[in-house]
């Protein structure tokens, strides 16, 4: 049997990619093709990326928060957190900063962000009411009403109610790999505006070194330099993180910072 190629070198929307997969993994096709034809009724009942992928977290909320952010059980909904928040505070995070978290989700890493910084001190928006509710779950079954965090729904990046220069960490994890490039670039183009003069944004995505793709429009693959340039044409600089590669997760991330930080 023929070798896969290396991870960042598929290209899981091609028709090849899709068959040697169903050779390799046949207990799956009856999900994919249920995930397919589920997304199919989603894109046509919803117009634009954020209400279908509203819907879609809607679905999967429904099953399982913890599947809903890309967990699939509860051991590892705890690990991808618990490396997130490890990753950060190894980075310089303080009790002090103020955290924004982009697609905070059900508070998969939010919940110790929360814990560890000062009480008012993070901020989680996400575009999914569902996921939300799951996030308001975690605090009460977590403890930290006291910790004052703030969790908002929001239709679109731009960031228009937030604070000028206000955060001095913005993180983003598993976001941009369900977004198309137009949500990325408005996102870029609006949070420098929150971020503090000497703040870092820190963002996954999904990374491939072959053509850039997406599978239903849920899961997107894009190069490094796609996103390092497109954060640069917005006033950044952009730096591709080698440590986080480090650690047992598929994504890879990039730190953006203003010039003169």
Same mark, same amino acid.
């Given at each position: 049997?023929?070798? !896969?190629?290396?991870?960042?070198?598929?290209?899981?929307?091609?028709?090849?990619?899709?068959?040697?997969?169903?050779?390799?993994?046949?207990?799956?096709?009856?999900?994919?093709?249920?995930? *397919?034809?589920?997304? &199919?009724?989603?894109?046509?009942?919803?117009?634009?990326? *954020?209400?279908?992928? +509203?819907? &879609?977290?809607?679905?999967?909320?429904?099953?399982?928060?913890?599947?809903?952010?890309?967990?699939?059980?509860?051991?590892?909904? %705890?690990?991808?957190?618990?490396?997130?928040?490890? $990753?950060?505070?190894?980075?310089?995070?303080?009790?002090?900063?103020?955290?924004?978290? =982009?697609? /905070?989700?059900?508070?998969?890493?939010?919940?110790?962000? =929360?814990? $560890?910084?000062?009480?008012?001190?993070?901020?989680?928006?996400?575009?999914?009411?569902?996921?939300?509710?799951?996030?308001?779950?975690?605090?009460?079954?977590?403890?930290?009403?006291?910790?004052?965090?703030?969790?908002?729904? &929001?239709?679109?990046?731009?960031?228009?109610?937030?604070?000028?220069?206000?955060?001095?960490? *913005?993180?983003?994890?598993?976001?941009?790999?369900?977004? !198309?490039?137009?949500? =990325?670039?408005? /996102?870029?183009?609006?949070?420098?505006?929150? %971020?503090?003069?000497?703040?870092?944004?820190?963002?996954?995505?999904? +990374?491939?070194?072959?053509?850039?793709?997406?599978?239903?429009?849920?899961?997107?693959?894009?190069?490094?330099?796609? %996103?390092?340039?497109?954060?640069?044409?917005?006033?950044?600089?952009?730096?591709?993180?080698?440590?986080?590669?480090?650690?047992?997760?598929?994504?890879?991330? =990039?730190? *953006?910072?203003? !010039?003169?930080?």
């Amino acid at each position: 049997m023929t070798k !896969p190629p290396p991870r960042t070198q598929r290209n899981r929307a091609s028709l090849a990619y899709k068959l040697r997969y169903a050779t390799r993994n046949p207990d799956k096709i009856r999900t994919y093709l249920s995930r *397919v034809s589920r997304d &199919v009724k989603l894109r046509l009942a919803n117009r634009g990326h *954020v209400a279908y992928y +509203r819907a &879609v977290m809607r679905s999967d909320a429904a099953k399982s928060p913890e599947a809903a952010v890309g967990s699939s059980t509860r051991d590892r909904w %705890l690990k991808l957190g618990q490396m997130q928040f490890d $990753y950060l505070l190894q980075h310089g995070l303080k009790p002090g900063d103020r955290m924004l978290e =982009i697609g /905070c989700g059900n508070l998969r890493a939010g919940w110790r962000f =929360i814990d $560890y910084l000062d009480a008012g001190n993070y901020y989680g928006v996400d575009i999914s009411p569902d996921i939300l509710l799951a996030a308001q779950n975690t605090l009460v079954r977590q403890g930290l009403q006291d910790k004052l965090p703030h969790l908002s729904l &929001v239709d679109d990046l731009k960031l228009s109610f937030l604070p000028e220069r206000h955060f001095t960490v *913005v993180h983003a994890h598993s976001v941009f790999s369900h977004s !198309p490039i137009e949500v =990325i670039d408005e /996102c870029l183009a609006h949070v420098g505006r929150v %971020l503090a003069p000497d703040g870092f944004f820190d963002f996954t995505f999904d +990374r491939t070194e072959g053509s850039e793709h997406h599978v239903l429009r849920e899961d997107f693959y894009y190069r490094t330099e796609t %996103l390092t340039g497109l954060a640069e044409r917005h006033g950044f600089t952009a730096r591709f993180m080698d440590d986080w590669e480090e650690l047992p997760h598929g994504q890879s991330k =990039i730190r *953006v910072t203003r !010039p003169d930080a």
